[in-house]
């Protein structure tokens, strides 16, 4: 079993930075590809990033692309999301997820076994 805690979210004005981290623990060997998922007040949980187990591949939504950035430590088992320029859109709880599976689809909700419980972001204008 792998458990995901995610922590640096909270509030901050537009324009403003954030970085979230996403600590994993348990059979940690097993994870290959790494995403941060998002989800607004009701709308339906969107993708926004991922990365691979060897970190040479990522991933980004068109919304976040050229604003946030992936990276991952594998040493320290903990994926983290650097988000600059943030917008009153980006207000979500954001999610941590990992895929035990090689195959599976970066960009795809259904690919990730795991789920942290969110972390709150919100972005005043």
């Known amino acids: 079993q792998v458990q995901l805690v995610e922590s640096g979210g909270g509030l901050v004005q537009a324009g403003g930075s954030l970085r979230l981290s996403c600590a994993a623990s348990g059979r940690t060997f097993g994870i290959y590809t790494m995403g941060w998922f998002r989800q607004a007040p009701g709308k339906e949980r969107e993708f926004v990033a991922a990365i691979s187990r060897m970190t040479t591949s990522t991933y980004y939504a068109d919304s976040v692309k050229g604003r946030f950035t992936i990276s991952r430590d594998n040493a320290k088992n903990t994926a983290f999301l650097q988000m600059n320029s943030l917008k009153p859109e980006d207000t979500a709880n954001y999610y941590c997820?990992?895929?035990?599976?090689?195959?599976?689809?970066?960009?795809?909700?259904?690919?990730?076994?795991?789920w942290g419980q969110g972390t709150q972001v919100t972005v005043s204008s």
């Open positions: 997820a990992a895929d035990l599976d090689p195959r599976g689809l970066p960009r795809n909700f259904d690919t990730y076994d795991t």
